[in-house]
Each structure stands twice: as structure tokens, then as C-alpha cells.
């Protein structure tokens, strides 16, 4: 005989607020019934859940069904081409709950959601879904992300699963990152920052090696381009030992000239604008290589904000504050004044 199920007749919890948020949807029938699907697993563990859609501007019409059909669903809307990192980024800004998962939704189906909450929590961890079986073809190919990732200080591997969760506390040093649009992919290597795996035996139809080619590209430079300050760092090294190089051999040219009775034509000419040259590229380099490092280090707080559109606002906090029975001080009726 079959055991009930005993998690059915859990009481939902009303201690934590949980939101989901998904930031690379396609408008289908497949799409929708797994977002009621998800909303009526939540519904049955968590008392307040909130679930954030980031889809670009040409898709908001087909969401608009879905947002109201599944109650606290909230719908940003962002221009057209913004990159998939920034809608993280924008998806994890609204959320609001104690418990954030940024996930793939063909993920987060396959996975055990409250699971995967439960986990995070009790770790107390970035915690990311992880399949232990892998191609060897995905692991050569991920050996480059691998080790640019190493050098800029994330665990990079793109053939990881997309799907996130972490308490409140540790999505707020994500996004308080120098780089948080890697931050929210790739955790990084920071004490502060404990990771955990949830290992899954699940598969997900459309992980294939070749999807996502475009983003993958997208992710090398944006590596690239966040090890700036360490190639800075490498080419004003170098150019300091070039100075120095061009120095030491003018100073070999001067001595020549004073201790040679007689050089050979053209000798001192050729040596001298080598000399110069060196010495030249060298400063000039260093002092461009140190300049940009001084603007890093001044912008380096400064982040590109990318605005969303939200279509429809609900006001979780006054929900969860008439279900609890909480009298906010800003709803309480001034007392009559003193006569």
C-alpha cells in the first residue's frame, strides 16, 4: 500500500516571503502551464510567494493573460535586446522575498522547487543546481570560461545549470558587486559567499551544447573586459621594465661615446633614436596604463542602470500585513488634539 504523502498536508508557512523570478522566457502554452504549475506548488508550502517575469517589450501582450490568471505575478518589461545578465540583474533588484530563486524555467520544473528553497535555507548558501553527469565535449568546451573565470575571481563554468537560490542576505552582496550581472551567474570566489550544490539526476531537454552560442560569446567579454584592471596591471609592469630597459641603454650608448675612440657611422644616430623610442613607448605607455586604472578605480562603484517597465503592482507587504493582522503605524488614525 502507497504512503500518503505527508508534505500534502503541511500547513503552508508564514514565517518567510519567497520569490521566483525568471528573466528568459518564450510566450507558449508550455510556458504558462508551468508557471501555474510552479505557482500551485508554491501556493501549497509557502503562504506569501511572489513570481517576477522580465520579458522584453514585444512580449508583453502574451504575458499579460498569465500575470492575471496567477495572483501575485509581477511583469517587467525591457527594451528589446537587453542582454540576458542585465535582466538577471533587473529581476533580482525587484524581488522582494527572504528566499530568491533566479531560475530557468525548464529548470526549476524538472527540479524539486521547495526542495531546492529548503536546501538554500538550511545551508545558508548560494546554492546552485548542479547535474554530476556531463559530456565530455562540455567539459573541453568550458575549460576557457573555466580559467579566464579563475583569473577575474568567479566559478565559471557555462554548462552549469542557470537556476539560483540564496537567502535575502546573500543576494544583497551579489548585487552590491563590482560586476553583479556575473555575480548572479557565477558566484564569486568570496568567503562571504558560501556555495553549495543541489545535485539533481533530472535533464533538461534543452540544455544542448550548442544553445545559447550568442550568449556564451557575450559572457567571454564580458570576462574580458572585467580583467581590465589586471592587464592594466600587466602592460604597466611591462612598461616600467621597458623605461627602464630604454634607460640603461642610453646609458650604454653615452658610455660608448665617451670610452670608444671611434664608432661606426651611423652608429650613434641608430642607437640613440632606439634608445629614445624605447624609453618613450615605455612612459607613454605607463602613464596611459596608470590613467585608466585611476578612472577604473573612481567608476568602478558606478553601475549602468537599465530601467524596467513593471505593468502591474501589487503590494505584497499590505497583503501579508492584513493576513497577519499587523496594524501599520502609517494606517493608525492620529489621536484627536489636546483641547
Not at 503541511?10 to 501555474?36: I, N, Q
Not at 524555467?105 to 529548503?118: N, R, S, T
Amino acid at each position: 500500500m502507497r504512503e500518503p504523502d505527508t508534505n500534502q498536508f503541511r500547513k503552508p508557512r508564514e514565517d518567510v516571503v519567497v520569490s521566483v523570478c525568471f528573466s528568459e522566457l518564450a510566450a507558449t502554452p508550455a510556458t504558462f502551464a508551468a508557471l501555474r504549475d510552479l505557482a500551485a506548488t508554491l501556493d501549497g508550502a509557502y503562504r506569501f510567494r511572489e513570481i517576477i517575469l522580465v520579458v522584453e517589450d514585444n512580449q508583453r501582450e502574451a504575458f499579460l493573460d498569465i500575470v492575471r490568471e496567477v495572483p501575485n505575478t509581477r511583469l517587467f518589461v525591457v527594451r528589446r535586446g537587453t542582454e540576458y545578465y542585465d535582466r538577471r540583474v533587473i529581476a533580482a533588484e525587484e524581488a522582494i522575498g527572504d528566499l530568491v530563486i533566479l531560475g530557468h524555467l525548464d529548470e526549476i520544473a524538472a527540479l524539486d522547487v521547495l526542495a531546492f528553497l529548503d536546501f538554500a535555507e538550511g545551508e545558508n548558501a548560494v546554492t546552485m543546481a548542479f547535474r554530476p553527469e556531463r559530456k565530455p565535449f562540455k567539459r573541453l568546451a568550458a575549460w576557457p570560461f573555466v580559467a579566464l573565470g579563475k583569473l577575474a575571481g568567479f566559478n565559471v563554468d557555462p554548462a552549469e545549470w542557470q537556476s539560483i537560490a540564496m537567502p535575502r542576505t546573500l543576494l544583497n552582496l551579489l548585487l552590491a558587486h563590482d560586476e553583479p550581472r556575473l555575480a548572479l551567474r557565477f558566484p564569486p570566489r568570496d568567503p562571504r559567499l558560501p556555495r553549495e550544490w543541489f545535485r539533481t539526476a533530472a535533464k533538461v531537454a534543452s540544455r544542448t551544447a550548442f544553445n545559447g552560442v550568442g550568449r556564451r560569446l557575450a559572457l567571454l567579454q564580458t570576462l574580458l573586459v572585467y580583467l581590465t584592471p589586471t592587464i592594466l596591471s600587466v602592460v604597466a609592469i611591462t612598461s616600467a621594465l621597458l623605461t627602464l630597459v630604454g634607460l640603461a641603454y642610453a646609458a650604454w650608448i653615452v658610455g660608448a661615446v665617451l670610452l670608444v675612440d671611434q664608432l661606426a657611422p651611423g652608429w650613434l644616430t641608430t642607437n640613440a633614436m632606439l634608445a629614445v623610442s624605447a624609453t618613450f613607448m615605455g612612459f607613454s605607455t605607463l602613464g596611459l596604463s596608470l590613467g585608466l586604472q585611476h578612472l577604473l578605480k573612481q567608476q568602478r562603484r558606478l553601475k549602468g542602470v537599465s530601467v524596467p517597465e513593471e505593468v502591474n503592482r501589487i503590494d505584497l507587504f499590505q497583503q501579508v500585513a492584513f493576513d497577519l493582522n499587523v496594524v501599520l503605524e502609517s494606517d493608525t488614525p492620529a489621536p484627536p488634539p489636546e483641547a
